[in-house]
């Protein structure tokens, strides 16, 4: 008999978005992840779009974007890595 789990939230499964793009969630927790994705198209539609945004961004090289583009880019990453992203 397994044990009972709620149901996920949005705010979990935005959370865990990159956790299951990149394969790093438990059986368990995809089953669940999927599971609110079935019954929810507003989470679907954000799975999709960061799908799209990954497949977009890595067509993109750093020579390509504009100088003042890349130093705003790496500013919110430093930002990010400081507030423990």
Same mark, same amino acid.
């Given at each position: /008999?397994?044990?009972?789990? +709620?149901?996920?939230?949005? $705010? #979990? $499964? $935005?959370?865990? $978005?990159?956790?299951?793009? #990149?394969? !790093?969630?438990?059986?368990?927790?995809? !089953? !669940?992840?999927? %599971?609110?994705?079935?019954?929810? +198209?507003?989470?679907? =539609?954000?799975? #999709?779009? /960061?799908?799209?945004?990954?497949?977009? =961004?890595?067509?993109? #090289?750093?020579?390509?974007?504009? +100088?003042?583009?890349?130093?705003?880019?790496?500013?919110?990453?430093? !930002?990010? %890595?400081?507030?423990?992203?």
């Amino acid at each position: /008999m397994g044990l009972l789990t +709620p149901d996920l939230a949005c $705010v #979990e $499964v $935005v959370e865990l $978005v990159t956790d299951y793009l #990149e394969g !790093r969630l438990t059986r368990r927790q995809r !089953r !669940r992840f999927e %599971k609110h994705l079935a019954g929810c +198209p507003g989470c679907s =539609a954000y799975l #999709e779009q /960061m799908r799209q945004t990954i497949a977009a =961004a890595g067509l993109v #090289e750093p020579e390509q974007l504009d +100088p003042e583009a890349l130093t705003e880019l790496t500013d919110l990453f430093r !930002r990010y %890595k400081q507030d423990g992203g």
